[in-house]
Nanobody, 124 residues
Framework: QVQLVETGGGKVQAGSSLRLSCAAS????????VAWFRQAPRMAREFVAS????????DYLDSRKGRFTISRDNAKNTAYLAMNNLDSEDSAVYFC?????????????????WGQGTQVTVSS
């Protein structure tokens, strides 16, 4: 069992940056792949980025590649999503998710553990 808690969301202006954190507790975090998803009002949950247990491999939503960076610190049991040059399309609740069977999947059902989410609101 892994418990995940996201922090770092907030209200920012377009062009700003934010870094989200996903703190994990429970079983060994280093065995779990982590992904970030987001969900805007009245929209389906959308894959944003994922990272392998070692941190060596990452995958991104194509439209955010180069602006978003996923990383992790296994010593701190924490994963991060750094987001630069935010725009209104990035407004959503951001969720982190984890699985001990990481396959770089972009599908929600590939991840077994989820946090409660953190709100990001970008104003133009």
């Amino acid at each position: 069992q892994v418990q995940l808690v996201e922090t770092g969301g907030g209200k920012v202006q377009a062009g700003s940056s934010l870094r989200l954190s996903c703190a994990a507790s429970g079983r060994s975090f280093r065995d779990y792949g982590v992904a970030w998803f987001r969900q805007a009002p009245r929209m389906a949950r959308e894959f944003v980025a994922s990272i392998s247990p070692s941190g060596y491999n990452a995958d991104y939503l194509d439209s955010r590649k180069g602006r978003f960076t996923i990383s992790r610190d296994n010593a701190k049991n924490t994963a991060y999503l750094a987001m630069n040059n935010l725009d209104s399309e990035d407004s959503a609740v951001y969720f982190c998710a984890a699985t001990n069977a990481y396959s770089a999947s972009r599908r929600e059902w590939s991840y077994d553990y989820w946090g409660q989410g953190t709100q990001v609101t970008v104003s133009s």
